[in-house]
Each structure stands twice: as C-alpha cells, then as structure tokens.
C-alpha cells in the first residue's frame, strides 16, 4: 500500500510541475467576452487540475500517516501536512470555479465563492497597488471596498490595457508596481531560457529523426 501512495505522490508532483507551467502562461491568453462586450477572467482549467492534484496529494499523505504504526510523531507531522495540502487544493478548486471578474470601461466587478459581488466604477476609484505577497493586484474604491485581480487569470493582459486606460497616473501605487516589474521580468527571462531549451531538445529530435543511421554507422537511404 505504501508503493502505491508513493507512486501517486511522484506522479502528482509530476503532474503538477507541469500544470504550474501552463498556469503562467494562462494570463497572456486573450479574456473571454461576455455579451455585452466586457472582459471575463478567470482561472484556466489548469489552476482545476492543479488543485485536484494538490488535494490527491494531500489525501495520500493523510492515508500514509494513518498507516504508519511506528512513531506517532512522524504520523501527526505527515498528517498535519496532508490537511494543509488538501486545504490548499479544495480552495484551487474553489477559485476555479467561483472567482470571475467583469472588466469594462465603466467598472469592474468581481464575484467570489465567499461573501457578495464587489463592484468598483473607474470613476470611484481610489487606489491600485501590486502586492508582491498574494501576486495580486489590488483595486480600492473610496468607500474602502477592494477587489483583488491574480496575475494568473487567464485574460490578465487584456485586463491591464484597461488599467493603464482608465487609471491616472495619481491613483497608482508606483513603490509597489516597481516590485511586480522586477517579478516579471525575472519571470520573462526564465520563460524564456525554457523555452530556449525546448526549442534546442526540439531541434536534436528532429536531426534524429531525419538522419537515421543503421548498424554500421551509415546513414540509410530512403
């Protein structure tokens, strides 16, 4: 039984190193539209199967813990952590599911899984800031209500056109936009060494392909 929960650990990591990957590349896809025209983002199908992964993890580390007879410390420890990533899991879940935001050029509305809709017109706005913290940028209104918008949303570039367009310069945080430029550009620099590195395993595979060579060492003639 144990071979078995490791397994799926492995392939869950796995798995989940990958679905972390395309989950960055979600914001540069284009937003969805409603029919009236504005911008819908929200989560893409990666941030689900990340969070089921997350969750399957967490389950496996439960059931491991449950199992292990010898060392009630090492048990607790494995279960306090498989709690934490099933937790961690359901609320990915939760986001994938329930958080959608509504951008136009008159207000932006968001809807999540706990409380009611926010909804803060450009023209009662009173501050956008980037929290490196959370990853988020954060919109406040002058009655103090906040709408937090993730980088990671699918339609996040189209969602940033419209924040240049309707903000003025007096109502952005600027301290706090330096730090998430340096984020992405530590970012775009990484992407782009990976995919450097897809491109050239790409190109090795293709000279394989098209040289093929037999036992003696000779390439075969088609």
Do not use: C
């Not at 009655?143 to 699918?154: A, Q, Y």
């Amino acid at each position: 039984m144990f071979i078995l929960e490791l397994i799926i650990l492995i392939i869950s990591l796995l798995a989940g190193a990958y679905s972390l990957r395309s989950w960055w590349m979600a914001s540069e896809r284009p937003a969805e539209t409603t029919p009236d025209g504005s911008l819908l983002l929200r989560f893409s199908r990666n941030t689900f199967w990340l969070g089921f992964l997350t969750l399957l993890m967490g389950a496996g580390l439960i059931l491991t813990a449950m199992m292990i007879s010898a060392g009630m410390e090492a048990g607790l420890s494995l279960f306090l952590m498989g709690a934490a990533l099933a937790v961690g899991g359901t609320w990915l879940i939760s986001e994938y599911f329930n958080n959608r935001l509504i951008v136009n050029d008159r207000y932006v509305q968001q809807r999540r899984w706990l409380g009611s809709d926010v909804i803060i017109d450009w023209a009662r706005l009173d501050k956008v800031k980037f929290s490196a913290n959370s990853g988020n940028f954060i919109l406040q209104g002058v009655k103090g209500e906040k709408i937090r918008i993730s980088r990671l949303m699918r339609g996040f570039s189209d969602f940033k056109k419209i924040l240049n367009r309707q903000v003025p310069e007096t109502k952005v945080d600027h301290e706090s936009m330096k730090e998430y430029e340096k984020i992405e550009q530590i970012e775009k620099e990484l992407f782009e060494e990976l995919q450097g590195k897809e491109n050239e395993t790409n190109e090795n595979l293709d000279i394989e392909l098209r040289e093929p060579q037999n036992q003696s060492g000779r390439n075969i003639e088609w």
